[in-house]
């Protein structure tokens, strides 16, 4: 009978430590580096951007990656509600934008078909986000099962 009771206990501190060790690292941004992101994908989005306003010649992909990388540099910088639902509401202004620029210049049909769907999958992608991080604000959030279980015992 002790040894399946050492057999258990052993197994048992075996799987809790395996289950320790499995667990990913708490994911830390310094807010020096992220800052310098949001820069850094500023900066790039807005001379892509005056670069098409110009007329020059300008990739729909390109503004809308480096739109994406800005909104993801803010989202990394900030967790308040407020910073977060703005950095989006933001970056579908951008991507809204780019229907605009998208139509200012002439292109072939098929290709313009093409670049309609890119910009218009663009802007359902940046209200999607926006909707996640409003539902994200109204959840309250879930205690841990075991902290629950001690609070059921009192």
Not at 10 to 27: D, F, H, N, Y
Not at 101 to 110: D, G, H, I, S, T
Not at 125 to 145: C, G, I, S, Y
Request: proline fraction near 4%.
């Amino acid at each position: 009978m002790r040894r399946w009771l050492w057999l258990a206990a052993a197994i048992g501190l075996v799987s809790s430590g395996a289950a320790l060790t499995a667990r990913e690292p708490q994911a830390h941004t310094n807010s020096m580096e992220s800052l310098e992101r949001i820069n850094l994908a500023r900066e790039i989005y807005q001379e892509l951007e005056a670069e098409a306003a110009n007329g020059d010649a300008f990739d729909i992909d390109r503004l809308a990656l480096w739109s994406k990388n800005w909104l993801d540099a803010e989202l990394d910088l900030g967790n308040a509600p407020e910073h977060r639902t703005s950095a989006c509401q933001q970056h579908l202004k951008r991507t809204e934008k780019l229907a605009l620029l998208a139509a200012q210049r002439a292109k072939p049909a098929e290709e313009d078909k093409r670049e309609y769907k890119a910009v218009r999958f663009y802007i359902l992608e940046a209200r999607a986000k926006l909707d996640q991080v409003r539902r994200e604000q109204t959840q309250t959030p879930r205690q841990p099962p075991r902290f629950q279980m001690l609070r059921s015992e009192r």
